[in-house]
């Protein structure tokens, strides 16, 4: 029995579409990050041309370049490095030196990727990058405190960054240390003392005044 022609090529269309669409529906679309895998902001050094895995309680140098990420982590395996071009200290910093006592350090803040870092529902804030001046001694989590309001537990595990991400929830606020202080201005505590003497010895010199009046009439 002969096969119509049209029925023929009809056939042979199906037969090549089921061909091309095989491949893509043997590979399952890839899906987001589990909702409850685990996620961790991780801090990061810069050596001048890669991302170092650093310790966030420890103290960093004047002049150095420091990051922070979030990521998800599900098979527990290392954090994700700060995405985008390593920046130089110069560049984000310029050439003055720090103020005595205290130390600049350029801070990067990575906040992750929208498809595989973010929870389910949240939208990362744009990346940060702003040239800090903190005191001496300044840890990675004070250095951060000084770009942005950061929630952390203990001495070295930031929870959010502001308020990024919601869900991250506990812990507290990190108190930013105060920067620089105003270029040739004295402390405030001298400020307020020399003030109150000044006044004490106003008050004793009018009182020796009126002690010499009383005693010549």
């Given at each position: 029995?002969?096969?119509?022609?049209?029925?023929?090529?009809?056939?042979?269309?199906?037969?090549a579409?089921?061909?091309?669409a095989?491949?893509?529906?043997?590979?399952?679309?890839?899906a987001?990050?589990?909702?409850?895998?685990?996620?961790?902001?991780?801090?990061?050094?810069?050596?001048?041309?890669?991302?170092?895995?650093?310790?966030?309680?420890?103290?960093?140098?004047?002049?150095?370049?420091?990051?922070?990420?979030?990521?998800?982590?599900?098979?527990?395996?290392?954090?994700?490095?700060?995405?985008?071009?390593?920046?130089a200290?110069?560049?984000?910093?310029g050439?003055?030196?720090?103020?005595?006592?205290?130390?600049?350090?350029?801070?990067?803040?990575?906040?992750?990727?929208?498809?595989?870092?973010?929870?389910?529902?949240?939208?990362?804030?744009?990346?940060?990058?702003?040239?800090?001046?903190?005191?001496?001694?300044?840890?990675?989590?004070?250095?951060?405190?000084?770009?942005?309001?950061v929630?952390?537990?203990?001495?070295?595990?930031?929870?959010?960054?502001?308020?990024?991400?919601?869900?991250?929830?506990?812990?507290?606020?990190?108190?930013?240390?105060?920067?620089?202080?105003?270029?040739?201005?004295?402390?405030?505590?001298?400020?307020?003392?020399?003030?109150?003497?000044?006044?004490?010895?106003?008050?004793?010199?009018?009182?020796?005044?009126?002690?010499?009046?009383?005693?010549?009439?």
């Open positions: 029995m002969e096969v119509d022609p049209m029925l023929r090529a009809f056939g042979l269309a199906c037969a579409a089921f061909f091309v095989a491949p893509a529906l043997a590979e399952p679309t890839p987001g990050p589990d909702p409850d895998a685990a996620r961790m902001w991780s801090y990061w050094q810069s050596d001048g041309t890669a991302w170092l895995s650093g310790q966030a309680a420890a103290a960093a140098r004047d002049g150095s370049v420091i990051g922070w990420r979030f990521a998800a982590t599900p098979d527990g395996s290392a954090a994700e490095s700060p995405r985008g071009d390593l920046p200290f110069d560049q984000v910093c050439k003055e030196p720090a103020a005595s006592g205290h130390q600049r350090v350029a801070v990067v803040v990575d906040f992750g990727d929208a498809e595989t870092d973010a929870y389910p529902g949240e939208q990362p804030p744009a990346a940060l990058t702003r040239c800090v001046s903190g005191a001496e001694g300044a840890t990675g989590v004070d250095l951060l405190s000084l770009a942005g309001r929630r952390a537990e203990g001495a070295g595990a930031v929870l959010a960054v502001n308020d990024y991400p919601a869900r991250a929830k506990g812990g507290s606020e990190v108190a930013a240390a105060p920067s620089e202080p105003a270029e040739g201005g004295l402390p405030v505590l001298w400020i307020a003392g020399g003030a109150g003497a000044a006044v004490l010895l106003a008050g004793g010199v009018l009182v020796a005044r009126r002690s010499r009046g009383r005693a010549t009439l």
